[in-house]
């Protein structure tokens, strides 16, 4: 495949916000993201297999590492992933606009 799926956060944040029927937030917690360094060892994985674009999901990727005791970004992890041999292209799916920066273009 040329492309892959990586997850960055699991669970959901709907919690004040769900209808009254909903169990998701409640049985799946709040949102918390993956550790930076899983996520980086994947995708090196995925690039020896002959990926070369990676396209980053979850609930609310901008706030991704957030839920961390240190102080990891999403601009982070993309400058990690930007270091990968052999990926060409990483995307993001399900950004807000209104968290996309100047930073983040770069």
């Known amino acids: 495949p040329s492309s892959s799926i990586i997850s960055l956060t ?3 944040l709907l919690f ?3 209808s009254t029927y909903c169990i998701i937030p409640y049985a799946r ?3 918390r993201s993956r550790k930076i360094e899983n996520i980086i060892e994947e995708i090196k994985q995925i690039a020896k297999e002959g990926v070369k674009e990676v396209v ?3 609930i609310k990727i901008a706030a991704y590492g957030k839920d961390f005791d240190e102080d990891i970004t999403l601009i982070d992890l ?3 992933i930007n270091k990968i041999e052999g990926i060409e292209r990483i995307r993001l799916r399900f950004i ?3 968290t996309i920066n100047r930073r983040i273009c770069k």
């Open 10 to 12: 699991f669970s959901c």
């Open 16 to 18: 004040l916000n769900s």
């Open 78 to 80: 993309l400058e990690e």
């Open 29 to 31: 917690g709040r949102v």
């Open 96 to 98: 807000r606009i209104k």
């Open 56 to 58: 980053l999901t979850g």
